[in-house]
């Protein structure tokens, strides 16, 4: 005998299934929700690389706030289509925000960015009085 089992929806998930099936549409006709990012530690430095394909680099920003660093992009397209006495207009919009906190070794003056095939490179640089030193050690 097979097992009835009850179904209940989680309903704080309910609009990030609706994010999820409708979600927003970026010009090349992908679908984005956030953008992929990875972070990595090198020495005296760190790396983060977020993918934003479809996208060109006056379609994004970047910001830091304090210690918050912000990658945010809003686009909206419209297209208007007269065509036998009917008028067509569709609208398309997409926007995503992603934001992280910064450690407090990174020089905030000291961020670069590059873009390049839809990947956004970000060093954040370590201040100098986060990176290892010798210490002397004196005899007496």
């Known amino acids: 005998m097979k097992s009835l089992i009850s179904y209940r929806p989680d309903y704080t998930d309910l609009f990030d299934g609706v994010d999820r099936l409708f979600g927003s549409l970026v010009g090349d006709g992908s679908w984005m929700k956030h953008p992929a990012v990875d972070i990595r530690e ?3 430095r760190y790396v983060l690389e977020a993918e934003l394909t479809g996208l060109t680099e006056n379609d994004f920003d970047v910001q830091v706030h304090d210690n918050l660093l912000t990658i945010s992009s809003k686009k909206a397209e419209s297209e208007e289509t007269n065509k036998n006495g ?4 569709e609208r398309r919009a997409a926007s995503f925000s992603r934001s992280f906190v910064l450690p407090k070794d990174v020089d905030r003056e000291k961020i670069d960015a590059q873009f390049k095939n839809g ?3 970000l060093v954040l640089n370590k201040t100098p009085e986060a990176k290892p030193r010798s210490i002397q ?3 007496n």
């Open 119 to 121: 990947l956004l490179t």
């Open 42 to 44: 090198e020495e005296g």
């Open 86 to 89: 009917y008028v067509l207009r």
């Open 137 to 139: 050690i004196k005899s």
